[in-house]
Nanobody, 122 residues
């Protein structure tokens, strides 16, 4: 079993900060990449930030300069530091991992966490 668990969501005022964490556990050989997605009520899910196993990062334009994604490979953990939060950032944030289950695998598999809600009051 592979499990991803997100923590760190909550209620914060506009301009404040939160740090989200996502820990992957189970029968994992390696994690090729991890990403944070969010879905606001009535909106489609969107990619917020991603990071590869070697540290290459990408961000949605809407969060660039405010959010920072990082990883702790030793603990199979990815973080999302969220600064200067805006009301528009309110959403359920979910972690996704691209996981290899065996050495030299041809395939990777997507695993998703349950999500952690972030509410930013204006």
């Amino acid at each position: 079993q592979v499990q991803l668990v997100e923590t760190g969501g909550g209620l914060v005022q506009a301009g404040g900060s939160l740090r989200l964490s996502c820990v992957a556990s189970g029968s994992i050989f390696s994690i090729n990449a991890m990403g944070w997605y969010r879905q606001a009520p009535g909106k489609q899910r969107e990619l917020v930030a991603s990071i590869t196993s070697t540290g290459t990062t990408r961000y949605a334009d809407s969060v660039k300069g405010r959010f920072t994604i990082s990883r702790d490979n030793a603990n199979n953990t990815v973080y999302l530091q969220m600064n200067s939060l805006k009301a528009e950032d309110t959403a359920v944030y979910s972690c996704m991992g691209l996981v290899s289950l065996v050495p030299n695998s041809v395939f990777t598999y997507q695993y998703w966490g349950q999500g952690t809600p972030v509410t930013v009051s204006s």
